[in-house]
C-alpha cells in the first residue's frame, strides 16, 4: 500500500532553516510529483510547491521563491522540504503529498504531518 | 494566480441533510476542481476529482459538479462521521491553489 512517512516535529528559532523529509514506499516514486502543503495553526490548506520525482523539476508557489527548496533522493524514495529564514508565520504542520502528474491531477496519498514551531 | 473563493465558511446542518458548498474561480479553470476532506489532526482525503469524479472508496452521498469558473460540492444525506472542514483546490500545468475551506458541524 501507498505510504508517506514524514520525519518528525521540529523547533527553530527566527532565522533558522528546517529541512522536513517524506519517504515513500508503495509505488514507483519517480512516476509521481511529491507537493508540499502547509496549514498554520487553526488556518486553511496553503499549496507550497512541487517536485517532480522523475526529472527534479520544481515549481514553487511564488509567496515562497527563494526561501524554499525541494529535492529527492531516487535511491532511498525519499523528498525533502528545505525552507530557509523562518519566521514566527511558518509555525505550521508541513505535509508531503502525491502529486500526480497525468491528465487528472489530484493529491491522492498524503504524509501525516510535520509540525514546525518558529519561536525565539 | 488563480484565487479560488469558498462559501460559505461555516456552516451548520442535520443529520441526514443536503449539504451544499459552492467555490469560484478568479478565471476558467474548465474541470480543474478537487474537493478534500480534512478532520481535526489528521491529513486531507481526497472525495472529488476533476469536478465530478468520486475518488476511490469514497461513499456515494458526496458528490460534485460545477465547469468553468462555478463549482458545488454536495452531501445528499449529512451523516455524523461527515463532520470535517472541506477544501476545494483547483489545478493548473504549474500551480495549485485551495479555498479556504468550510467548516461543517452537526446542528
Known amino acids: 500500500q501507498v505510504q508517506l512517512e514524514q520525519s518528525g516535529a521540529e523547533v527553530k528559532k527566527p532565522g533558522a532553516s528546517v529541512k522536513v523529509s517524506c519517504k515513500a514506499s508503495?509505488?514507483?516514486?519517480?512516476?509521481?510529483?511529491i507537493s508540499w502543503v502547509r496549514q498554520a495553526p487553526g488556518q486553511g490548506l496553503e499549496w507550497m510547491g512541487w517536485?517532480?520525482?522523475?526529472?527534479?523539476?520544481?515549481n514553487y508557489a511564488q509567496k515562497l521563491q527563494g526561501r524554499v527548496t525541494m529535492t529527492t533522493d531516487t535511491s532511498t524514495s525519499t523528498a525533502y522540504m528545505e525552507l530557509r529564514s523562518l519566521r514566527s508565520d511558518d509555525t505550521a504542520v508541513y505535509y508531503c503529498?502525491?502529486?500526480?502528474?497525468?491528465?487528472?491531477?489530484?493529491?491522492?496519498?498524503w504524509g501525516q504531518g510535520t509540525l514546525v514551531t518558529v519561536s525565539s | 494566480d488563480i484565487q479560488m473563493t469558498q462559501s460559505p465558511s461555516s456552516l451548520s446542518a442535520s443529520v441526514g441533510d443536503r449539504v451544499t458548498i459552492t467555490c469560484q474561480a478568479s478565471?476558467?479553470?474548465?474541470?480543474?476542481l478537487n474537493w478534500y476532506q480534512q478532520k481535526p489532526g489528521k491529513a486531507p482525503k481526497l472525495l472529488i476529482y476533476?469536478?465530478?469524479n468520486l475518488a476511490t472508496g469514497v461513499p456515494s452521498r458526496f458528490s460534485g459538479s460545477g465547469s468553468g469558473t462555478d463549482f458545488t460540492f454536495t452531501i445528499s444525506s449529512l451523516q455524523p462521521e461527515d463532520i470535517a472542514t472541506y477544501y476545494c483546490?483547483?489545478?493548473?500545468?504549474?500551480?495549485?491553489?485551495f479555498g479556504q475551506g468550510t467548516k461543517l458541524e452537526i446542528k
Open positions: 476533476d469536478a465530478s
Open positions: 483546490q483547483q489545478y493548473d500545468r504549474l500551480f495549485r491553489t
Open positions: 508503495g509505488y514507483s516514486f519517480s512516476t509521481y510529483r
Open positions: 503529498a502525491r502529486d500526480s502528474s497525468g491528465w487528472e491531477q489530484f493529491f491522492d496519498y
Open positions: 517536485i517532480s520525482a522523475y526529472n527534479g523539476n520544481t
Open positions: 478565471q476558467d479553470i474548465s474541470n480543474y
